[in-house]
Each structure stands twice: as structure tokens, then as C-alpha cells.
């Protein structure tokens, strides 16, 4: 309130106040509380005020210091005897290690020194030029350009801008602040206090504050987006809510062998409470293992001897296609039971791989995966049903090559065209599920399985133009970008 009174009381009796610094500084205030009333007066159109910016030269740190105690060649100058020599080492010991390089350097150019091992005086006087502009600018004082130049080359000085004001008087200057208010209310009314108010003009377009909601985080958007293509092409989720799986459905149903590096710990995540589950379908177990042991099915397995505590270790799933075989063995019981019934299934859902966490892998991430179970599919069924899924995502050039995996075959790896890397780039894996695998469940021989699946981080990363997956997912998100990401709007034709 002081620097308010001030303000327009001294606008009472004057035009104009030049300088807000000034003004300040005569009326003993704080130059910010004066620079603060001034905006708010001028808001009000009480007072017209003018932008001013002052351009000064001050000292920088090094450049204090220099004015205090003298600049690095003289130091270094007055530290060398007057009569005979001082050595390297000793003159080191004397100053500091900046003060000494510098001084060394500066001295040597002014020719005040004998620079060598031994370093002795060529004169026997020197002014410290350098300490004396530094204090003139300390002072206020402006100096030549030359030696501006020359400070400021040595980083010793910096330009400071300095901003305030110029205020006259503006249309709806008073001496006093008129009270305002912003609601007609009912004491005002009662008491007759209107008639003296002054109201504030009602700004129609001011924004009001945003309002606060959830964000959708990147990966959900294009995860709902790939959803939907699933069910246009009439497929049906999987429920995916178990993350704690058996070796048995994670592997062994899939006709993985039990020696397979991927069911090394320094792949997978095994769980030590609790370490083994307890319920597993018996007589599918003894399919299961009579297949992987001497074969069956066009198969000779794998001649192993093949051990059920194996099979029993909890682990966190690998793959949601655990999730497939599950579902799979309940189609083929049910059509054992009943009649066969064609099923076209999809999962999106996470999965864990003991992997070394870098920009492109982590420990953790999410699968996509889309199978069809139905008689008589073929490979050319796959490849179609492929073109028409990644078509939808908008990846309309596709090639197609032959791979190995343990549960499918045959198996192919899914490449697309990249428009902006102009280049093939794999975008998933597919097959068809082996014999080995389907049998075992109970599936009559003309009935095939085909499936593919890839990873929802590398579509969602192309599409935000993410390069480190850390930066999409885990502890190090920005939530900036959950806050401001786009739609994602793949599918949308």
C-alpha cells in the first residue's frame, strides 16, 4: 500500500515519473514492490506505463575477486623477489593454481617477467591497470571501448539489463484507488453500498482453470486402438489376469523342451514363494510327456527323459501365449464333450523376460497376440488373416520369412516397409502351432491353429517418436508426455 500511495500521490503533482529505479530509491522502496504496484495500477488503467531497459557493464565473480586483491599478473609479479629468481614450483606454491596459469601467461606478454625454470623480474615497477578498471566500474564509471573489449575478452565483466518503468497519468487516474468489487451481492444491495462501488468490467473471454482429469497414458491408446481392429475382424479377448504361470502351461503345452535356454533362470523370472503349483490337468500331463519323450503325431519328440517337478515351477509368464494353450485345452475339452466350435482369440497383456534393461529392452513389456483355431487352416489362411490385421494398422507392404520356433511350423517372421527409415523392418512372428502341441489336447488331426504376436512398445514408440523405451514406460516417464500426448488414431480409415 506505501508504494501505491506513493505512486499516485506523486502523480498528483506531477506529469511524469522518468525512472521506477529512481523513483524507488528516493521514496526509500523496494524497487520490486514498486515495479508489482505499477502492473496492477496499470491493469486498471489508473496509470500509462512505459517499458525502460538499462544495459550496465558489472564485475563478474572473477572480476570481483581481481578488484579485491589485484589482478592474476600482478599477483604473481609481486610474488617473484625483487633481487634474483624464484622457481616454478615454489612461485607455484604461492598462488593459486588459476591465478598462476593466467598470471603466468598475462605477465610473460607484458614483458614483466623472465619466464624458465627460473623466473625472475625484467622490471621493477608495475601498475595493475587491470585492478584499476575493475574498480572504476565498481564506481559507475563507463570506460573506453578498448578496455571494455579487453575485460570482457578476459570474461572479468558482463552486461546486467536492468528493467522498470516510465508512469504518467492514464484515463482513470484518482489519488486513491477506488474500491471495486466483482459480484453484485445481497449486503450490498440491503445496505445501499452500491451506489458507491465500482464494478469490474466482466471479462466474457478470460479462460478459467483447466480443469483436473486423468490421462490416458500412450500405451493404452494404441492398446485400445489394436483392440478394436481385433474385434472388427469379430475376435474375442482372452483373460489375461494371471502373471504368476506354471512351466507346464508357459512351456511344456507348447511342446518346449525342458533343456530350452529360454527356460534358463537368467531368462525367466522363477518364483520362490510359492516355488510349484498344485493343480495341473493329470491326464493332459501324461499326453504332454509321452510326447516330448518318444513323440507322436508324425513326431519322434525329444528323447529326453522328461521330469514333472520341471514342469510344476511358478514363474512370471514368458508370453501371453500361455495364456493360448490354456484356452486352447478348454476348446478342445469342450469340443470333446459337445461339438467342435471355431474360435478366434486375441490377448494384450504383460509379460517378463530377465533381460538387461537398455533403450530398446526391458524387464518388463507387453505382447499382442492373435490366434484362429478352425478345420482345414493353412498357411495362406495365416498369411491373409496377417495382410488384413497389419492393413488395419496401416502397414500395407508386408514380407513374410521363414523362421524356427519350438510350437509353431511353420514358422514366419512379419517384415514391413518403413515409409520414413526407408527401409524392412521385422514387426512380429508367426505360425502355425505344431501337431505336438494341438494333439496332445485333444484336437482332431483336421483341425490347425494359426497365430502371430508382437510387442505394443514398438508400434507406440514409431507412432510418438519415442527412441528410448525407458522414456515410455517405468519409473522414468515424464509425465508431461501422458499429459500432452496426441490420439492415437491407427485403425481409423
Not at 506531477?14 to 523496494?30: K, P, V, Y
Not at 588459476?98 to 603466468?104: F, Q
Request: hydrophobic content about 35%.
Amino acid at each position: 500500500m506505501m508504494a501505491e500511495e506513493a505512486i499516485l500521490g506523486y502523480l498528483e503533482n506531477h506529469d511524469e515519473i522518468s525512472d521506477s529505479g529512481q523513483f524507488a530509491t528516493d521514496s526509500g522502496l523496494d524497487h520490486n514492490d514498486v515495479v508489482n504496484v505499477i502492473k496492477s495500477l496499470h491493469g486498471f488503467r489508473y496509470i500509462d506505463a512505459q517499458d525502460i531497459k538499462k544495459e550496465t557493464l558489472v564485475l563478474t565473480e572473477e572480476g570481483k575477486k581481481y578488484a579485491e586483491k589485484g589482478s592474476p599478473e600482478v599477483q604473481l609479479f609481486l610474488a617473484v623477489p625483487q633481487e634474483g629468481s624464484i622457481s616454478k614450483e615454489e612461485l607455484q606454491k604461492l598462488l593459486d593454481p588459476a591465478v598462476y596459469k593466467i598470471g603466468c601467461s598475462q605477465a610473460a606478454k607484458n614483458k614483466w617477467v623472465q619466464m624458465g625454470n627460473q623466473i625472475s623480474r625484467k622490471v621493477q615497477h608495475v601498475e595493475d591497470r587491470v585492478k584499476d578498471l575493475l574498480l572504476q566500474i565498481q564506481d559507475g564509471q563507463e570506460l573506453g571501448k578498448d578496455d571494455n573489449n579487453s575485460l570482457k575478452a578476459r570474461k572479468l565483466t558482463a552486461l546486467q539489463t536492468w528493467k522498470g518503468y516510465s508512469v504518467k497519468r492514464g484515463p482513470e487516474y484518482a489519488p486513491r484507488r477506488r474500491r471495486t468489487a466483482t459480484d453484485l451481492t445481497r449486503e450490498h444491495l440491503q445496505g445501499g453500498d452500491w451506489r458507491n462501488i465500482e464494478f469490474k468490467e466482466y471479462n466474457f473471454s478470460a479462460k478459467g482453470p483447466p480443469p483436473e482429469s486423468g490421462h490416458l497414458h500412450p500405451l493404452n491408446k494404441v492398446k485400445e486402438r489394436i483392440k478394436n481392429i481385433f474385434r472388427l475382424m469379430n475376435f474375442e479377448e482372452m483373460p489375461t489376469n494371471r502373471y504368476v504361470e506354471s512351466s507346464f502351461w508357459n512351456f511344456d503345452a507348447l511342446f518346449q523342451p525342458q533343456q530350452h535356454p529360454a527356460r534358463d533362470s537368467h531368462d525367466t523370472f522363477f518364483l520362490k514363494a510359492p516355488a510349484t503349483t498344485k493343480q495341473l490337468p493329470e491326464d493332459y500331463v501324461e499326453m504332454v510327456k509321452r510326447v516330448h519323450e518318444s513323440g507322436g503325431y508324425g513326431s519322434r519328440g525329444y528323447g529326453y527323459e522328461w521330469k514333472r517337478e520341471e514342469a510344476n515351477k511358478n514363474l512370471l509368464r514368458t508370453h501371453t501365449t500361455a495364456i493360448s494353450s490354456r484356452m486352447l485345452y478348454a476348446l478342445a475339452q469342450h469340443a470333446k464333450q459337445q461339438s467342435f466350435t471355431p474360435k478366434k482369440y486375441f490377448s494384450i497383456d504383460r509379460v517378463f523376460r530377465n533381460e538387461a534393461v537398455d533403450r530398446t529392452h526391458l524387464a518388463e513389456f507387453h505382447q499382442i497376440e492373435g490366434l484362429v483355431c478352425d478345420r482345414g487352416l493353412t498357411l495362406g489362411h495365416l498369411i491373409g488373416v496377417l495382410q488384413d490385421f497389419f492393413s488395419r494398422l496401416g502397414m500395407d507392404k508386408l514380407k513374410f520369412k521363414p523362421a524356427y520356433n519350438p510350437y509353431t511350423e511353420p514358422s514366419m517372421e512379419i517384415f514391413s516397409y518403413h515409409e520414413g527409415l526407408k527401409k524392412w523392418v521385422e514387426i512380429g512372428n508367426s505360425g502355425m502351432f505344431r501337431p505336438e502341441m494341438l494333439r496332445p489336447m485333444g484336437f482332431s488331426e483336421d483341425v490347425n491353429v494359426i497365430a502371430w504376436g508382437l510387442s505394443l512398445e514398438r508400434p507406440t514408440m514409431i507412432l510418438y517418436g519415442i527412441n528410448n523405451i525407458r522414456d515410455l514406460f517405468g519409473h522414468k516417464v515424464d509425465l508431461g508426455l501422458i499429459k500432452k500426448n496426441p490420439l492415437c488414431l491407427i485403425g481409423i480409415k
